[in-house]
């Protein structure tokens, strides 16, 4: 059996995908209501997290940020205190690498395996099972998992010990925050000088200077309709664990800042919930 904490826009649908493969599933999260979906299809739901581990061999997390995950850990509930000796807890989330290394800490304590897996992709990869997963820990504890990532994503990247697969992510992420928003501020330029949106769009992503994913990005900046498959707060929390990140390990980060203080800029005018792409509409000028 297999539990699954934390179902919303991402874990939802990693869960779904595990299902839909026959794998038995009991679910936890903080509003049901978002779970409920999992449920109609069979899934289990458990009313906390230590309750939803409760006979499980490997748990899954995918949490919003480090207080999330070590709240459903250790906090009064705390699934760490029902996982059984030897049983693994695979952590999906994007927290700061340091923060990995205390978890697998915290259950190695308790003679629990730790992967940290976080994931390359937003909603529509996470939908197809299209996800890569960047994963730190032993390499016999991956194999162990290996089939369920595979149900789950197209790519599976060991990058070493506990703490290195979180550190990949933030990588990833950073190059992806920044490729967002030097393009948007293109797109921006390009329409202040009068050019049309869509023109503009088509030629840059007909081009080599723009990153791939970008293409699945254009529908949303030519609508303007910027419904999160990676919500913008999401990557403003990121981009400050990167520059936590290079702060503890003595690199300057001059762009990654600037960048992280737009997406700031973009949550104060009330993009927060949007699609991460709706930086485009903070810094077009046609508001």
């Given at each position: 059996?297999i ?10 649908r990693?869960?779904n995908?595990?299902?839909k ?6 679910v ?5 209501e978002?779970a409920?979906?999992l ?16 006979g499980?061999k490997?748990?899954?997390?995918m949490?919003s940020?480090?207080a999330?995950?070590?709240d459903a850990?250790?906090g ?6 029902g ?5 693994l ?16 800490g915290?259950?190695g ?15 529509i ?5 299209e ?7 032993k ?30 992510k933030?990588v ?8 967002m928003a030097s393009?948007?501020?293109?797109v ?7 050019l ?8 840059l ?11 699945s ?10 419904d ?10 990121d ?10 390990n ?12 737009v ?6 005018h009330?993009?927060s919930k ?5 930086i ?7 508001k």
């Open positions: 059996m539990a699954f904490i934390g179902t919303g826009i991402m874990g939802n990693m869960a995908n595990l299902i493969k026959d794998y038995e599933l009991t936890y999260n903080r509003t049901k978002k409920k979906n449920l109609d299809k069979g899934a289990k739901w458990a009313n906390s997290p230590k309750a939803a581990v409760e499980a490997i748990v899954f997390t949490l940020n480090p999330a995950v070590e850990a250790l009064e509930n705390g699934f760490l205190k996982m059984k000796e030897g049983s807890w695979v952590d999906c989330s994007t927290v700061h690498p340091d923060f990995s290394r205390k978890m697998a915290e259950a304590n308790r003679s629990i395996r730790f992967l940290d897996a976080p994931v390359a992709g937003s909603k990869p996470a939908e197809k099972g996800l890569v997963f960047l994963v730190g820990g390499k016999e504890d991956l194999d162990e998992v290996e089939s369920l990532l595979q149900v789950m994503g197209k790519a599976i990247k060991h990058q070493g010990e506990n703490g290195k697969g979180t550190s990949m933030l990833v992420n950073l190059t992806l925050a920044q490729a393009f948007s501020e293109a921006a330029l390009g329409e202040a000088m009068d049309e949106k869509e023109t503009i769009i088509e030629t992503l007909g081009g080599a200077t723009a990153a791939p994913f970008l293409h990005k254009k529908d949303k900046l030519v609508n303007g309709d910027f999160p498959e990676f919500p913008l707060e999401h990557v403003q929390k981009l400050q664990l990167i520059s936590e990140a290079a702060y503890y003595g690199i300057s980060l001059p762009i990654a800042n600037v960048t992280k203080e997406y700031g800029l973009a949550m104060q009330g993009l949007k699609d991460f792409s709706a485009y509409e903070f810094l077009s000028k046609e």
